[in-house]
């Protein structure tokens, strides 16, 4: 006999054991003692786990429990007569309604979650933040120039270090004299992954942008913002536009801008070239006093008067 049919026979599974097959109705009774009453359906399938130990499968009826199934698994001892109870268990079927994969809370978490009273705690070394101050250009604690900063401050500076729980050197005190009273700051990854979400809500590649007449960097409604952002970020203050009081990319644009549509000056009306309210005269003939009738008269009138 070779190994492979030796493996071959090994791993085939054994025909189920008669006793124990045959033990529907004991494997029913337990499945009806676990479940609530009249939840276990029709007996669907056995399976042979080994040598005389058989699993009995029952229709679920309980609802929201679609597609799964009652397992009973029974044994019989070798040489014995009597079929015992193994496990009882509510299992899944092919089709099952299974619940959703776990996912831990930070993961779970979308913008806009967060309601009034939620908290929302950060890790100690969350990547997005870095220490506001690292004590990295400090002198070193043996030279005379920090023993003199030393003296210096515990004598001149002592009243910066009055809060509850702040001692002389630590994160929260240096953060109170230089005024921020932040222990962590943005780290350079929290503020690209800051600049990549809003550029791709409020940037030059949204649809809005691309038919925007002009840019927010000329718009009027730009608020700039402090910080490193400032020179590709800024926030929209115009009541009407759609990122009123969002942060926008300076190469963000929409209908709002401040110049894309500057309303022009009323026309001023000419002024009457007749004046209707006075009656023009027109003579039949021309006054003496026109300049229209010659002062002599014609030479050749008198001649012919003459003759």
Known sequence: MSAATTR???ARTPAPDRLC?????????????????GVVGEHVALVSEGDRVVTHYFESKEPGYRGWRWAVTVARASRAKNVTLDETVLLPGS???L????????????PGDMGPGDLLPTEAEDPRLEPGWTGEDEPLPNSVVSQEMTELADAEDAELTTLPGTSRGSITSVAEELGARRARVLSRYGLG???????????AR?????????????????VPIAGSLRQAFGVCANEFAPADGRVVSLSYGCGGHSEAAVMPKPPKP???????????????????DSGSVPSQPDGSTEDLGHS
């Not at 619940?99 to 979308?110: H, K, Q, Y």
């Not at 949204?206 to 730009?222: E, H």
């Not at 000419?270 to 003496?288: C, E, F, G, N, W």
Request: hydrophobic share 45%; aromatic share 8%.
């Open 206 to 222: 949204t649809p809005m942008a691309q038919a925007a007449p002009a840019s927010c960097v000329s718009c009027a409604f730009l």
């Open 8 to 10: 071959s026979r090994t």
């Open 270 to 288: 000419a002024p009457h070239a007749l004046d209707t309210m006075r009656v023009d005269d027109y003579p039949l003939r021309p006054s003496d």
């Open 95 to 97: 089709d099952a309604l």
């Open 21 to 37: 097959a045959e033990a529907v109705d004991l494997a029913r009774a337990a499945a009806e003692e676990a479940a609530a009453p």
């Open 193 to 203: 992954i800051a600049a990549d979400r809003w550029d791709e809500e409020f940037g």
């Open 99 to 110: 619940a959703p994969e776990w996912v831990p809370w930070s993961e779970r978490l979308r």
